[in-house]
């Protein structure tokens, strides 16, 4: 049987990137899925590839931004309305920041970039567990980051609020492990999506692939990862075959993280 199937999975920052191959993913697997994502142009383009990977794939998407908690609230009861509950939950939207060191830091940037990645990803954990702990099951997967567990030396308010998603997965793995949720976040290091590319442009605003080689030169696998090998490791952390795998922080990095 595969995977998923049958299970319904609400991925936010589904209109690229990771958040659109785990999307693919996970269909292919055999998941009911919301997607939700600010971007409605690009929701119904990644639902159109969804239906084209898998033809019988059932795809609901929800037009919301993860900073409100309204709209984190209406994306879970509209999941529910369609579906009847949420068995996995892909919490995945985020935002960079601009290559900033600690004294350039944008007061209003940080309160943004802190509302999208850690209040998106508290909020929606809030909302989910509502649901996932009246079942007694459910599986989440937040999406953290290489800098959630060090420091990169460039980029102040995207560490803080990776690192906050961190501390808050731990937290919430602790507190509903004895309802049978398991909460897990991913660490991915450098993956090729238009999130690192146009990251990459702004250090090198005329040839991004050379800011890249710098990437590819740490890399004890020397290159990029891909939104497919991220993927994998999420569909994997939203089936049965993880059930005892919580609180656990999984880097997804070529092993830069073993440095
Ligand atoms: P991306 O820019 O390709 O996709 C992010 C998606 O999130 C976009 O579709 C965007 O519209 C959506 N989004 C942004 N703000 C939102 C909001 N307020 N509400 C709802 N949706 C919103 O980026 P990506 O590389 O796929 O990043 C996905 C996640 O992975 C982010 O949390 C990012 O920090 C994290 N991450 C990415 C990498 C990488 O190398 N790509 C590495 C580590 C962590």
């Excluded at 998941?31 to 142009?41: E, F, Q, T």
């Excluded at 959630?148 to 509903?176: C, D, F, M, P």
Aim: aromatic letters at 6%.
């Amino acid at each position: 049987m595969p995977m998923l199937e049958q299970q319904i999975i609400i991925v936010t920052g589904a209109a690229s990137g990771l958040g659109r191959a785990a999307a693919i993913r996970c269909a292919t697997d055999g998941a009911r899925l919301s997607l939700v994502d600010v971007n409605r142009a690009g929701l119904d383009d990644v639902k159109a590839e969804v239906i084209a990977s898998c033809a019988k794939a059932d795809v609901l998407t929800v037009e919301a931004d993860v900073s409100s908690e309204d709209q984190v609230r209406a994306y879970v009861e509209q999941t529910v309305a369609r579906f009847g509950g949420v068995d996995g939950f892909f919490n995945n939207a985020g935002i960079e920041d601009r290559q900033a060191t600690t004294q350039d830091v944008d007061g209003a940037f940080f309160d943004r970039i802190m509302a999208v990645n850690a209040r998106g990803v508290l909020f929606g954990m809030k909302h989910v567990l509502k649901v996932m702990a009246t079942q007694g099951h459910g599986r989440i997967v937040n999406t953290a980051s290489a800098l959630g567990i060090r420091g990169a030396g460039r980029q102040a308010g995207y560490t803080a609020s990776k690192h906050a998603i961190v501390g808050l997965t731990r937290n919430a793995a602790l507190e509903y492990g004895a309802l049978g949720i398991g909460i897990n976040a991913i660490a991915p290091g450098a993956i090729l999506t238009p999130l690192v590319e146009s990251s990459l442009r702004q250090v090198d605003p005329h040839d991004w692939q050379a800011a890249a080689s710098t990437f590819v030169a740490h890399n004890p696998m020397r290159r990029l990862g891909t939104p497919d090998e991220v993927a994998s490791v999420v569909a994997f952390l939203l089936s049965a075959d993880a059930a005892f795998v919580n609180g656990a922080v999984i880097p997804i990095d070529g092993g830069q993280s073993a440095q």
